[in-house]
């Protein structure tokens, strides 16, 4: 189940288990990114939360926590290559995957129809 928030982060929900990355959108009002920093394994964090920080050529910017959980996983391509996010945000780009403290709370995020009509 693929959903979105209005911060631009992405999540491929699976099992409880989500699948965190930043949308295209995001990668095209960033620019290139020289940085990414992500969060640790084990931590617990808030919906709205600080999970990541991202540095492009333009700016720094924060990567929120789009529900309550755990990290379980994170992608250490992307620390070593950020330009793994710009030429692949919603695949290979992705930031960290997320046991969600309760899978049902993903059913009052933005579909791809209504993150198409926030962009647009």
Do not use: R
């Not at 990668?27 to 617990?44: H, K, N, R, T």
């Not at 403290?101 to 993903?106: F, T």
């Amino acid at each position: 189940m693929l959903k979105f928030t209005e911060e631009h982060e992405w999540l491929n929900v699976e099992d409880g288990i989500a699948t965190v990355g930043i949308t295209t959108y995001a990668v095209d009002q960033l620019g290139d990114l020289v940085f990414v920093e992500l969060p640790e394994i084990g931590a617990s964090l808030t919906k709205g939360g600080n999970a990541a920080t991202v540095e492009s050529v333009k700016a720094a910017s924060d990567v929120y926590c789009p529900l309550d959980g755990e990290i379980t996983e994170v992608n250490p391509a992307i620390v070593a290559d950020p330009a793994l996010v710009n030429a692949d945000p919603m695949g290979k780009g992705w930031f960290f995957k997320l046991k969600l403290a309760n899978a049902a709370d993903a059913d009052g995020l933005l579909d791809e129809a209504a993150y198409k009509e926030l962009t647009a």
